[in-house]
Every structure is written in C-alpha cells, then in structure tokens.
C-alpha cells in the first residue's frame, strides 16, 4: 500500500529556520515525482513545486521560488520542505503529494498534512 | 502559468438539487483536469480526473465534462454528506494550478 507520512505539526517563531518531511512506502520512491501543496488557514489550495527523488531534479512554481527549498534523500524514501527563515504568512497546512512520471503529472496520493504556525 | 477560474465561489442548495461548478482555463488545456473535494480538516479527495472520469469507490452522482478551456462539475442530486469545498486543479503544464475553490452548503 502505498503511504505518505509527514512529519509532526510545528510551532515556530519568525526568522527561525524549519524542514518538514515526508516519508513514502509502498513504491519506487525515485521514480516519482513528489510534490508540496500549500494550503493557508481558510484558504485554497496552491502547487509549489515538485522534486524527481531519481536525481533530485526541482521545479518551484513562480510564487515559491527562492521561499522555500524542496529536497529528498532517496537513501531513505523521504522528500523534505525547507525554510531558512520562517514568516507568519507562512502559517499554513503543507501537504507532500506522490505524483506521475512527468513534472506536471496530476497527484495520485496525498500525505496526511504538516500544520506550521509561525508566531511571535 | 495558466490561470483556473473556479465559480461560484460558494453555492447553497437544497438537498436532491443539481448542483453545477464551473472552471475556465487561460489557456487549453486538453482533458488534463480533476476535481478534489475537501471537507474540514480533512485531505483533499480525488473525485473526477482527466474531466471526466470517476475515481475508484466514488459515487456515480458526481460528474465532469468539457474540454479546452470550459469544464464543469456536477453533483446529480445533493446529499448532506456532500458538504464541502470543491477545488479544480489543471495538469496540462507546470505549475500545475487549482481554482479558488468552491463551497457548497445545504439550503
């Protein structure tokens, strides 16, 4: 069975850095994309970028770029999402998603939700 | 990036209504579009992908059509546990993008 298992919720302040993961099973880890959605409080959904764990090849979606940084250790079927220096807008839900064989392949499963709260 | 422009942005119906949400495309984008609900606190569920098709164990009384740039999603009959915001999400091109969402609530 394919799973997706993020990291606990996390409470920071501003400035302070911050990695979330997500552990996958039950497929070739490398041979997906994997993908981070964000979804800020009583707001939509919102694509931020997906990494191909196979070679670690990364898209970010314009509105992230040079926000956040998408990683992955293959070795251990686990994507990462990372701030140097958090803010409050980025108070959110952050969900990992296993996609296709393509950057822009559609979603096949999703991660449980890694809330972050960013406060003084 | 193309642009999805879900609407309504919030609906209310009565239960056994046809309930109707539109997303357009800035551009076309072939059949490369699916439909997620998502209830509160919950994860978002896949409904309908490549417009029109079902996914596994979702019931028939959802439904989506069109193509290029003009889709629809149709609840045929609304039921209670229907409740929910409904997100389109395009797939034809990185970044991929979802409309604003839609949210249904009983009359």
């Known amino acids: 069975e394919e799973q997706l298992v993020q990291s606990g919720a996390e409470v920071k302040k501003p400035g302070e850095p911050l990695k979330i993961s997500c552990q996958a099973s039950g497929y070739s880890f490398r041979s997906y994309w994997i993908g981070w959605v964000r979804q800020m409080p009583g707001k939509g959904l919102e694509w931020m970028g997906v990494?191909?764990?196979?070679?670690?090849?990364?898209k970010y979606s314009p509105s992230f770029q040079g926000q956040v940084t998408i990683s992955a250790d293959k070795s251990i079927s686990t994507a990462y999402l990372e701030w140097a220096g958090l803010k409050a807008s980025d108070t959110a839900i952050y969900y990992c998603?296993?996609?296709?064989?393509?950057?822009?392949?559609?979603?096949?499963?999703w991660g449980q939700g890694t809330l972050v709260t960013v406060s003084s | 990036d193309i642009q999805m422009t879900q609407s309504p942005s919030s609906l209310s119906a009565a239960v056994g209504d046809r309930v109707t949400i539109t997303c357009q495309a800035s551009?076309?984008?072939?059949?490369?579009i699916s439909w997620y609900q998502q209830k509160p606190g919950k994860v978002p569920k896949l409904l309908i992908y490549?417009?029109?098709n079902l996914q596994t164990g979702v019931p028939s009384g959802f439904s989506g059509s069109g193509s290029g740039t003009d889709f629809t999603f149709t609840i045929t009959s609304l039921q209670p546990e229907d409740i929910a915001t409904y997100y389109c999400l395009q797939y034809e091109s990185f970044p991929l993008t979802f409309g604003g969402g839609t949210k249904v609530e009983i009359k």
């Open positions: 490549d417009t029109f």
């Open positions: 990494i191909f764990p196979g070679d670690s090849d990364t």
């Open positions: 551009q076309d984008i072939g059949n490369y």
């Open positions: 998603v296993k996609t296709g064989v393509a950057a822009s392949s559609r979603p096949r499963h």
